[in-house]
């Protein structure tokens, strides 16, 4: 049977009714449009979309098992490799992973993986489906700094294998920039974070809040005092970057990672917690990313018109294209080639504009994407309450001044080879605290590495 | 977990409060603070640390009712928990990390002002068990903002109260205490101000005369209080610094006040407006 060469299409919320709520703008596919979905899938003998995931999902084996109707089984397969499947279901950018390698997508569309792995992973939860299979207790203690993606990832694998592990995480709820960070209309905190990190607990691993590692404990009195025989440090990307230009501490102007934290981790989105959240009735979000769409379309939902600024030009931007699309459709003007010299305020203090620059591309930079250069004279002004900074973070100074010998490169990033194993016999690292801010899947497969690493030193 | 243990009010609109925090206790020290959660939709507040008792393994908490949300935590009884409470935060004071030696014959300065003088009391208390000469200036509007008057006097070598109303010590400002004490003769090696950011701002312009190195504990807005988000960033010789990570004690001279003054009132609308309806529930 020759497979069908476009997919299934997925139902989404309007765009002109989601702009305005915080519910989640995809909805997925039902039993029937993941068993078409799933039909389409070759089952390739030397299954590319596997090698390409970075925690190696047995990808085919899991299709093939939906297209049966064996929702159950695929569960079960996944999970081998996957303790966050409803997360990753939204949130991996496919297209450059698992899907972007697929043989289909040479002469048609690839098999929509991600939505078919999104689809097992809600309807096992509803249906209360639990793949807790570990192997019994074998008393060693490790610890595991940071519930985020990639904590939680080598948390799952080293339950499995036995071990008795303690999550210690800073804040008041575990997931990392899973509840802070991803916005609810994309990543529904109570029903997918908080049920798959049960899922997480539910295969023994303790998850501690509200414990800073490296102030309330440091690593070496986690050995000492505590008797933890290895440490895995995934306690993320750090602090935010901000440009270096006039105005930038007026009030109205804000980090990505602060505007959706209130937003998210503290629920001011909702307008029934007590944190506030600041909007006004303009805001400008600079950079291109992820987190720069997070955040504009969260100021945009917040009822703030909304225009993102960036210096390079629509094609470079590092945002998944879905989540640009998805920012289009909901109404948020992009300005591209145009970059902040100066933020603008009144005399009490508040932000009235953005002045920018024109830009042009010019000559290929090392990363390979053209220089965005200034065209003099070009200046303008765009007129704003608010401007949200998401250009990235710098890593956290906090662990790796706490913890003598665990070395850092020059950017401050925690040295780690590509099995996570660090300066500092028995501690080892993984995702963004080592790589700087990348992805939710990156940090997993990271997490993983590193869990199978610890497995080899603590048998030694 | 984080169960209040005891609660006491000091006047009759700030509390003191022992909590339940092993580890945090275990680890606490001076110049630290921590973030404390009221209620599960509530927001999360720094305050500083104001005493740590590594056996009970409690932290002392003040806080003084000024918004909705420090109202909340005043409405909690012995007996209540908190529903987060996190740290120690922040790098503890410079002096720490000073050998045994470096405290004899030094003389500190402490000019604390309001709640500012929580902070203050454990510094004060580590300095006097360490040796060192200790003066402290202890100033507020009114005697209701005045706390801790007999435990400073029992770890300082000279304690001075004023008040802007003079219902209790010396009327005046605290830099009226400073100008007249030096003028009297007396020196310091270091000082510290704690205390609301235009208090810090006066006591700064004022020591700048005498030449004392000066320190500042600044309480900036927070969100996580772990690097993360930035709202506490502050401008110091020029340089944008977190205070929750870098701070919060910084270089006096270096801090630029008024910036951090209008940084620090960025929400006050949003807490007006959050205090008249707090106000509200808990009357009904």
Redesign the interface.
């Known amino acids: 049977m020759k497979a069908k060469m476009t997919r299934v299409p997925v139902r989404e919320q309007d765009p002109k009714v989601r702009a305005t709520n915080f519910d989640e703008v995809c909805y997925g596919y039902n039993a029937e449009e993941a068993q078409a979905e799933a039909s389409r899938c070759i089952n390739c003998k030397n299954p590319k979309c596997v090698t390409q995931c970075p925690v190696s999902i047995k990808i085919p084996q899991f299709i093939e098992q939906v297209k049966l109707g064996n929702y159950v089984e695929a569960a079960h397969i996944i999970a081998e490799d996957s303790s966050l499947p409803a997360v990753c279901g939204r949130v991996c950018p496919q297209e450059s992973q698992c899907e972007g390698v697929c043989i289909l997508g040479i002469k048609g569309e690839p098999v929509a993986i991600g939505k078919l792995e999104r689809f097992v992973a809600d309807w096992s939860r509803k249906n209360g489906i639990k793949c807790t299979e570990k192997a019994p207790s074998n008393g060693i203690k490790v610890a595991i700094v940071g519930s985020g993606p990639a904590g939680l990832a080598c948390a799952s694998d080293l339950a499995k294998l036995g071990y008795e592990v303690t999550i210690f995480e800073v804040l008041h709820k575990a997931g990392g920039v899973l509840q802070y960070g991803i916005p609810e209309f994309r990543l529904p905190k109570e029903e997918v974070v908080e049920a798959e990190i049960d899922n997480v607990r539910a295969l023994g691993v303790k998850i501690e809040t509200n414990v800073v590692v490296g102030r309330t404990i440091t690593i070496d009195e986690l050995f000492d005092k505590e008797n933890f025989k290895a440490v895995f440090i995934g306690s993320g990307a750090g602090l935010p970057k901000f440009m270096g230009i006039p105005g930038e501490n007026l009030n109205g102007v804000f980090s990505a990672n602060e505007f959706l934290t209130r937003s998210n981790l503290m629920g001011a989105y909702s307008g029934e917690t007590d944190t506030p959240i600041y909007t006004g009735t303009k805001v400008a979000v600079v950079g291109g990313g992820n987190v720069a769409m997070d955040a504009a379309r969260t100021a945009l939902r917040l009822g703030a018109d909304t225009t993102i600024v960036y210096r390079r030009t629509e094609k470079e931007l590092p945002a998944r294209v879905e989540e640009v699309h998805h920012a289009k459709e909901e109404g948020i003007d992009f300005r591209m080639l145009t970059n902040p010299v100066e933020i603008l305020g009144n005399e009490k203090g508040w932000v009235t504009g953005l002045k920018c620059i024109q830009m042009e591309l010019g000559e290929p930079d090392e990363s390979g994407r053209r220089r965005p250069v200034p065209i003099a004279g070009s200046e303008f002004d765009i007129e704003t309450d608010v401007v949200i900074m998401a250009l990235g973070t710098s890593p956290n100074p906090l662990i790796a001044n706490t913890t003598a010998g665990l070395d850092t490169d020059r950017y401050g990033c925690i040295v780690a080879d590509d099995l996570g194993s660090t300066s500092r016999t028995g501690v080892f690292a993984g995702g963004d605290a080592v790589t700087g801010a990348a992805t939710v899947i990156l940090a997993m497969g990271a997490g993983r590495k590193a869990a199978a690493a610890i497995d080899e030193y603590l048998k030694k | 977990m984080y169960k209040i243990v005891k609660k006491e009010f000091l006047t009759p609109i700030i509390c003191l409060m022992d909590v339940e925090a092993p580890?945090?206790a275990a680890?606490a020290q001076p110049g630290?603070f921590l973030i404390v959660?009221a209620r599960e939709?509530?927001?999360?507040i720094p305050l500083t640390i104001c005493d740590y008792d590594k056996d009970k393994g409690t932290v002392t908490i003040v806080t003084q009712i000024v918004g909705?949300?420090s109202r909340?935590i005043c409405h909690l009884e012995e007996g209540d928990s908190f529903?987060?409470?996190?740290?120690?935060?922040g790098i503890p004071s410079e002096f720490v990390n000073w050998k045994e030696e470096e405290f004899v014959g030094k003389r500190f300065l402490f000019v604390a002002g309001g709640l500012g003088t929580a902070p203050v009391y454990p510094q004060v208390k580590y300095l006097h068990s360490k040796g060192a000469h200790v003066d402290v200036i202890m100033g507020a509007r009114n005697r209701d903002l005045l706390i801790f008057e007999k435990e400073m006097g029992a770890v300082c070598d000279n304690l001075y109260i004023c008040t802007d109303d003079g219902s209790k010590g010396e009327k005046g400002l605290v830099t009226n205490i400073i100008d007249r004490i030096m003028a009297e003769g007396k020196t310091y090696d270091h000082a510290v101000a704690i205390g609301p950011m235009i208090m810090m701002k006066f006591t700064t312009l004022t020591m700048k005369k005498y030449n004392v190195p000066l320190t500042v504990s600044l309480n900036t807005i927070m969100?996580?209080g772990?690097?993360?988000?930035?709202?506490c960033?502050?401008?110091v010789g020029g340089k944008?610094r977190?205070a929750c990570?870098e701070g919060p004690e910084f270089d006096a001279y270096q801090v630029d006040f008024d910036?951090a003054m209008?940084?620090q009132?960025?929400?006050r609308e949003?807490?007006i407006e959050?205090d008249h309806k707090c106000k509200i529930g808990l009357h009904e």
Do not use: H, I, K, N
Request: aromatic fraction near 8%.
């Open positions: 580890r945090m680890a630290q959660r939709q509530g927001e999360r909705a949300s909340l529903t987060d409470l996190v740290g120690p935060l969100v996580d772990t690097g993360m988000c930035g709202a960033r502050v401008t944008t977190f990570v910036e209008r940084r009132s960025m929400y949003f807490e959050a």
